[in-house]
């Protein structure tokens, strides 16, 4: 105990029998440490199976004993920071409560939880939280579309400066309307490999990362983001005054609307996403601009990875479906039944839990308030 | 007047030391985050450094770029010209370049290869669950913040940014300078997931110092006096010295650490009056036994609330006591809105 270290005042002679480990100086701090350092070891095992294998690593009395080993450790930390002067115990024990603390307040959900969450809650409650970038985003895409028919409808030569080559791969005013409707509107099936594989495949990648770009542009306030749904909407302004011009109006519309109606929703999506986040950025309202930001990345996770789903669904229905199916009023009741499919499912589910967090939690305000650094 | 003149000096030295403490706080301050756990007790976190993420960075995009090379090697075991093994190879970059990061950062609770190896992880800027919307907002920047600078994606024309590779190399320099002008070091992507990459290093935990001297026959004994000199700072100066010499006796450095061990040992010698010489190979014993005994006497004094942080302060009792602020919080932090530095100075 340290205070024998009080009473031995005399200097050890050469001559002295020698001091053995009884006798030796034991530091109160020391003790502390000897008597917690197993549990310690044991929390620290916990926590490396549990980052290397997950949550599903640990048994039932495992499960039971991390929290207990947790506050054990939290309640040393505690001690030993305003007792001990030993700075690698110290230390030592600051970095294993921080992994524990991550450990036991870390993620609780599987991926399975957040999944069926994202379907049942999160994705539409993220679409309507969104309904006024929603709005603004298919202005400017339907504007534009209706400004490029117009445009093109006016002065054909504009259709060339509308529609990028690669994306007309051929079909322009100097093809004819049979020319359009056999290898365009009505071209024959090619085939499981090359429309289910590889043109899908090319449509997916494709149109994701456009999207993905359609979101990150916003950063910039916002101002690519329209560009790119301006550029979007005037594309198929002039595809259709293409198509009318040669009396394939109809035929177009319906082409188009097949997979259109789901592709358009999501371009719509995640450029209304993309223009929230470039209104975030400069208009955070009352709160500070990284709280404005947090709050908003969260909802439109949900929302791009709707995107993604919505992506997926339509670079199917594009690729093959959609020459699978070569009649106008199929196309057309296809198309319609999936964009109404889509909206009415947006609308309509998980309203119960609108004003909750995105996961499903109640808001977090008190999470804002425990922090220090607010 | 030398006498004048030393004292003179001391004044100065001891200005620049505490200019220095004074610094090293502050970068403390700067760096370092608190989240107050649940059971109320201040978790001190330490953001990463610039310097590391990038480390981390360049290695996860290595990581990538093997990934992305066995699939090709894989592939060429195919003819490469049929559609499928063509799909599936640029499927299968579309996938690696894109979903990289999420899925380790889903998988691993906010962490990479690259980042594992260095320690980083990344946390909830508030503290509490690190959500799967979280990592994914995190995650969705990538395109703009990796890809749009490289000019990967530079073949659209429908991009209105490809013009010009000034453009990109402005966005990249823009986009990788963020981390360097918030408090946080967030890039974009961790503004939108409300995150930050702190370090969280494997805890170590060596030999308590003060147990190796039961080891030998021989301990050395101080007086109350001799040990009421230093304070915790030259404590854990001392405590430093003997573990790094510990490392570097094992790396057969053992002559250098010697004598830095003889300077200081001599320092002490001097300063607490030990008269007694003490014989070269028992430096390092009589080094610990000292530690031993200061450390026990500053402890008892902190268990009665004396701390005492360094030579030239006397032993400190506890400030008038402050409305509690909240149960187990050790002090009231200097600064309430971020983390109060070490109180070990």
Redesign the interface.
Known sequence: M?GR??D?????EPGDA??G?A???T????QF?RGR?ES?ARL?KLIDKL?AK?AKALDAAEAMELPKLY?AA??S??VA?????????VE????????A??AV?????G?GE?LSSFLRR?WPQSVRALKREILAAALLFFVAAAAGLIMVRSDQSAYNLLV?P?IAQGRNYLSSAEELSREGLFAPWSGF??SF??FA??LF?NN???C??C???G?AAGV?TA??LL??GL?VGAFLALHLDKGLGLDFVAWLSIHGTTEITAVILAGAAGLG?GAKLVFPGGRSR??A??????????L??GVTLLLLTASFLESGLRQLAASTPLRLALGLAAGAAWWSYFALTGRETDGRE??GREP?GT??E????? | MSAAKSSARAVKAAAAADRRRRREADQLLKTRRIVVSPEGLPIKMTLAPNGLRLSAFLLDAGLMLAMALAVVLLLSQFDLQTLTVMTAFQFSMFLIFNFYFLSFELAWQGRTPGKKLHGLRVVARQGGELTVSAIVARNLTRMVEIYLPLGFLARSSADPASANPLVFLLWGVLVSGLPRLNKDRRRLGDFLGGTMVILAPKPRLSDDLSTQQTRRDRTYVFTPQQLAIYGNLELQILEDLLRKADFWSNKRQSKTTEEALAVVSRKICAKIGWTEPIPVGEVRNFLTDFYSAERAVLERGLLFGRRKADQRSEPQAPAAPKPPSRAGEPSAPRRPTRGAPRRRP
């Open positions: 340290t270290l009080f031995r005042r005399r200097r050890p020698p001091r480990e006798e030796a100086l530091l109160r701090s020391a440490r350092e310690w620290q980052d997950g506050q939290v309640s930390l505690a920071r305003n007792t001990i002067l030993d700075r690698n115990l030592h024990l600051e970095s294993l409560c921080l992994q603390y991550l307040y870390g993620p609780r959900r991926l957040c999160s990028p690669e490999e090359s594989i590889h495949n090319f990648r994701f990362t456009v993905l770009l979101f990150g542009l950063v690519p560009l790119l550029a979007n594309t986040f990284s709280a930001l947090a709050d908003y990345g969260r909802r439109s996770a949900g791009m990875a995105p996961d977090s999470e804002i425990r922090r220090v650094g607010r």
